[in-house]
C-alpha cells in the first residue's frame, strides 16, 4: 500500500475528520510500511496535509469570508504614511492629489441616491474631514465606495482613498467637538472596512455606556478621552521635569510582603504552600532602602494597593508619584513638591499658582475649617464661641458635660426669607439628615433678621449679641450655625461642623445662591505638624500593636523635633510628627515626612511605643538591617496621582482619569473582576475556602 492510500485510509477513520495523532501513528507503524521513523514521520506528515485539505474542502462559505475579511485588512508597509498629522497633510496638500487615511466612520447626510456626506473622523477623534460619495458610472470591476458607506455603521474603523476637493461654502469649522477640516474634503474612491460592528452593539454620541462598556464609553465621550490624554502630558512632564532636576527614575518590586504599616493588604498566594506575597501599599520601604543604597534623589510613578473602602478619591489600586531625597528634611522636600507642581499647572493646564505655598498646622486647619485638607476657596471660618453663650442654652443644643460650642457664619442671601427655606429643604434632603443624627447634638441655626430683635439672634442671649466675636456679626440672611463638640484635642480628618460647611458651600452653590468658585481658583496649602500618633480603631488596621494607637500615617514618620523625641517617654499622644500634606481646594494631593533614619530609633518605636508582638517587628528586619548599614536622613513624599489629575482636569472622582476604574465594591465590570478561583486554583495554591 502507498503512503498517500495509507493517509487516506488514516483520514476515512471516524468519518475523514475526527483521526487523531495516535491512530495514524499507529496506522502507519503497521507491518505494510515499516517502522522507521522517518518512514513513520513521513507517512504522518502525509495523513495531516491530507487531514488540513479535507478540511479545506468541508469548511463553510461563513468561515471563508471570516478569513477573507480579515486578510483585506492586513496592510503593506505603507500603512505607516498614514501618519497622526492628517490635518496638516489634507490642509497643505493641493486639490486634485490623491490620498489615503484612515478613521471611525462619522454621521452620513444623504443629498439622494446619487451623492452623500459622510464625516469621518481621525482616528485619534481630535479633527474630522467630510468625504463625498457618489456611485460609479462605468461597469469597472471594483467595489462602489458609494454603496459601501452607505451600508457601514457610525463608528465603523475604516481606510479611504480618494481626491482631494476644495470644500466650497463651508460654515462650521467643528463637528460633534472636533475640528472640521474646513478647506478640503476628499472625493471618495474606495473604502475599506477595517471591522464590522455586531448588530446588537449600538454606538451613538448620546448613549450612556455603563461600566460593562467602558471601552465605548471612552469612544465616544471626548471629555473622559481628552482627560486621559491630558493625564499622559502630564506625566511626560512631570518626568521631563524631575530628570532635569536630578531625580532618578528607579522601579520598585510589586511582589512584596505583608508588613503592618497600616492599611489592609491584597495577599498573592504562591504553589508553595503556606507561602504568599503582598502587593505594595506604596514603595515606602523599598524607597527607604535605596536611600541607604546611596541614591540621592528617586522617584516612579508607584502602582500601589490597598484593601480599602472605596469612595470617590480612592481606588483600590491607584497610581502615585513617589519621591524621596538622601541627606533631607521637610523643607528640601517640601520645596522640591512646589516647583513640580507649579510646573504642571503653568504646562499643562496654562494656569499659574502662587510662588510659595501657605503653611497651616494641624490643628490650626482643624480648628478654622473643620478639616485636615481645608478648602481656602470659601471663605467662612469656624469660631469657638463657648465663653459667650450661658450655661442654659448650651444645655439646650448638647446633652454633653462641659461641651465646647463652634460657630460659623455663610451669607446665603439678602433675604432671611430665602436662607430659611434654603436650610429648611437642606436639611430635610439626604445630604443634610445625616447632621441631624448626631450624637453630640444637633446643629443649632440662627438666620439673621434685622426686622427682628437682636437681629434675629435673640434665642443666643443678650450676652452673645453684644460680647460675641466681631467676625461671626450677621447681616441680613446671614446663615449662622453652631455645633457642640466635646472639648479635647482636635483628632481625625474632620469635625462634624467642618463637614457641614462644606455641604452647606455646595448646597448652596447648587441652587444659585453663591457663586462657585472660578474654575482657574487652586488655592494650595501645605498641612503640617499632624500628631505623630492617633487612637486605634477598629475600620484601620494600624500596625496591631497593643498601645491603643497607632502611627498616624506609618510607623516610619519621625518626630518633628527634639521636644517630641522627649515626649515618646513620657507623653507619646502629645508627640508632633514630621509630616506634610500638600492640599489643593480640599483635596489631599498627596503627604510625606522626615522617615526615621536610625535603626534603634525605628525599633524602639515598633516594640516600646507601639508594642508590637515581637513576631511582627521581625517582618521589619530587613528594614532594620538597612538602617543599620548607616543611612543617611531622608524624607520624601507620595502624590496621588489620580487625585492630582482630578484636580487639574476638573473632575470630582478619580474614576474619570483612570482607564479602567473599579467599581464602589472593588469591580471591574468589563472583565469581571474579580472572580471565583476554581477547585484546580484552589489546589495549586494550597488553599481553602471557610464559610
Known amino acids: 500500500m502507498s503512503l498517500a492510500i495509507a493517509s487516506r485510509h488514516a483520514l476515512r477513520r471516524d468519518n475523514g475528520v475526527r483521526s487523531s495523532y495516535a491512530e495514524i501513528s499507529r496506522f502507519c507503524r503497521t507491518p505494510h510500511h515499516g517502522t522507521t521513523p522517518n518512514r513513520a514521520g513521513l507517512c504522518l506528515r502525509h495523513a495531516t496535509q491530507g487531514f488540513a485539505t479535507s478540511q479545506t474542502l468541508n469548511r463553510d462559505e461563513n468561515l471563508q469570508k471570516t478569513l477573507d475579511d480579515f486578510k483585506a485588512t492586513i496592510r503593506p508597509s505603507s500603512w505607516k504614511h498614514l501618519n497622526d498629522e492628517w490635518n496638516v497633510r489634507i490642509t497643505n496638500s493641493p486639490p486634485g492629489g490623491k490620498i489615503e487615511v484612515s478613521g471611525y466612520i462619522s454621521a452620513r447626510r444623504d443629498v439622494s441616491s446619487k451623492l452623500s456626506f459622510t464625516m469621518l473622523r481621525h482616528r485619534n477623534q481630535e479633527t474630522c474631514v467630510q468625504l463625498v460619495s457618489k456611485p460609479l458610472n462605468d461597469e469597472a470591476d471594483r467595489p462602489d465606495a458609494h454603496k459601501t458607506l452607505r451600508l457601514l455603521k457610525e463608528w465603523t474603523p475604516v481606510i479611504v482613498r480618494g481626491k482631494l476637493v476644495e470644500r466650497k461654502g463651508a460654515q462650521n469649522n467643528t463637528f460633534a467637538g472636533m475640528n472640521l477640516l474646513s478647506t478640503r474634503e476628499i472625493a471618495v474612491e474606495h473604502v475599506q472596512p477595517l471591522n464590522s460592528i455586531s448588530d446588537d452593539v449600538i454606538i451613538k454620541d448620546d448613549t450612556v455606556f455603563g461600566p460593562d462598556q467602558r471601552h465605548l464609553q471612552l469612544r465616544t465621550d471626548s471629555k473622559l478621552r481628552s482627560d486621559l490624554i491630558q493625564r499622559s502630558k502630564a506625566m511626560a512632564r512631570a518626568r521631563l521635569h524631575l530628570n532635569d532636576v536630578n531625580w532618578k527614575e528607579i522601579e520598585t518590586p510589586l511582589l512584596f510582603k505583608s508588613t503592618p504599616?497600616?492599611?489592609?493588604?491584597?495577599?498573592?498566594?504562591?504553589r508553595q504552600k503556606g507561602l504568599a506575597y503582598a502587593l505594595p501599599q506604596s514603595p515606602q520601604q523599598y524607597k527607604q532602602i535605596l536611600m541607604a543604597s546611596g541614591f540621592t534623589k528617586y522617584y516612579q510613578f508607584a502602582r500601589c494597593f490597598r484593601d480599602e473602602d472605596l469612595r470617590a478619591d480612592r481606588q483600590p489600586e491607584f497610581t502615585q508619584l513617589d519621591m524621596e531625597m538622601s541627606f533631607a528634611n521637610e523643607e528640601d522636600v517640601m520645596g522640591e513638591t512646589e516647583a513640580l507642581l507649579r510646573e504642571l499647572w503653568y504646562k499643562v493646564i496654562k494656569k499659574k499658582t502662587e510662588k510659595e505655598f501657605p503653611r497651616m498646622t494641624y490643628q490650626e486647619a482643624m480648628a478654622a475649617y473643620g478639616s485636615d485638607k481645608p478648602d481656602l476657596r470659601f471663605e467662612a471660618k469656624i469660631h469657638t464661641i463657648t465663653e459667650h453663650l450661658t450655661t442654659d442654652l448650651i444645655s439646650k443644643i448638647t446633652s454633653l458635660q462641659d461641651p465646647a460650642v463652634d460657630a460659623i457664619k455663610i451669607p446665603i442671601s439678602d433675604d432671611p426669607k430665602t436662607t430659611r427655606k434654603f436650610v429648611a429643604d437642606f436639611l430635610d434632603s439626604p445630604d443634610g439628615k445625616i447632621f441631624l443624627d448626631n450624637p453630640d447634638g444637633q446643629p443649632g441655626i440662627f438666620i439673621g433678621d434685622l426686622s427682628q430683635p437682636m437681629q434675629g439672634l435673640g434665642p443666643l442671649g443678650y450676652q452673645y449679641v453684644?460680647?460675641?466675636?466681631?467676625?461671626?456679626?450677621?447681616?441680613?440672611?446671614d446663615l449662622l450655625v453652631l455645633q457642640a463638640r466635646p472639648k479635647a484635642p482636635l483628632s481625625g480628618g474632620s469635625t462634624m461642623l467642618g463637614n457641614l460647611r462644606l455641604a452647606l458651600y455646595k448646597a448652596a452653590i447648587a441652587k444659585g445662591l453663591i457663586e462657585a468658585p472660578a474654575?482657574?481658583?487652586?488655592?494650595f496649602v501645605w498641612i503640617t505638624d499632624f500628631p505623630l500618633f492617633t487612637p486605634s480603631s477598629d475600620n484601620e488596621p494600624g500596625q496591631g500593636g497593643s498601645a491603643g494607637f497607632s502611627s498616624t500615617h506609618h510607623p516610619f514618620t519621625a518626630p518633628k523635633t527634639p521636644e517630641d523625641v522627649d515626649l515618646l517617654l513620657t507623653s507619646p499622644s502629645s508627640a508632633v510628627a514630621a509630616h506634610y500634606d500638600i492640599v489643593v481646594?480640599?483635596?489631599?494631593?498627596?503627604?510625606?515626612?522626615?522617615?526615621?533614619?536610625?535603626?534603634?530609633m525605628q525599633e524602639f518605636i515598633f516594640k516600646d511605643i507601639l508594642k508590637m508582638k515581637p513576631e511582627r517587628v521581625e517582618d521589619f528586619r530587613h528594614l532594620l538591617d538597612v538602617l543599620r548599614s548607616g543611612c543617611p536622613p531622608h524624607a520624601g513624599i507620595a502624590l496621588g496621582w489620580d487625585r492630582l489629575m482630578a484636580v487639574m482636569c476638573g473632575r470630582d472622582s478619580v474614576r474619570d482619569v483612570i482607564a479602567f476604574p473599579k467599581s464602589g465594591r472593588g469591580e471591574d465590570q468589563l472583565v469581571k473582576s474579580p472572580n471565583r478561583m476554581t477547585e484546580e486554583q484552589l489546589g495549586t495554591y494550597h488553599l481553602q475556602l471557610r464559610e
Open 261 to 270: 504599616e497600616g492599611a489592609r493588604e491584597f495577599l498573592v498566594p504562591t
Open 466 to 477: 453684644m460680647e460675641g466675636p466681631e467676625t461671626l456679626a450677621v447681616e441680613n440672611g
Open 519 to 523: 474654575s482657574t481658583d487652586y488655592k
Open 585 to 600: 481646594n480640599g483635596v489631599e494631593l498627596g503627604g510625606g515626612s522626615r522617615r526615621i533614619h536610625s535603626a534603634a
